[in-house]
């Protein structure tokens, strides 16, 4: 094996959910983030929304956490960082 990892290998059809690192990871969690991470960007400072999208994305912590998503990738905006809790 050569170390390449398909999505089929993580999550086979049918699958809705991973066991990783003791955490039970539903598919679509990266995209989730990923598209509430662009839906804070793209708020106007102090938007009374900010805070609601921030306690989600941080609601996704523990299953990116488990998948190693931020071991290999970091946040490079100051906001996605304040909102996450992460330096």
Avoid: I, N, W
Wanted: glycine share 12%; charged share 25%.
């Amino acid at each position: 094996m050569d170390g390449a990892v398909d999505p089929e290998d993580v999550l086979p059809d049918g699958t809705e959910y991973a066991e990783l690192g003791g955490e039970q990871v539903r598919k679509g969690t990266v995209a989730a983030f990923v598209a509430t991470a662009r839906s804070l960007e793209a708020l106007p400072a102090g938007d009374p929304a900010e805070a609601g999208l921030a306690s989600h994305l941080r609601d996704l912590l523990p299953g990116l956490r488990a998948v190693g998503v931020l071991e290999v990738f970091a946040p490079r905006s100051a906001r996605l960082r304040a909102a996450l809790g992460v330096s």
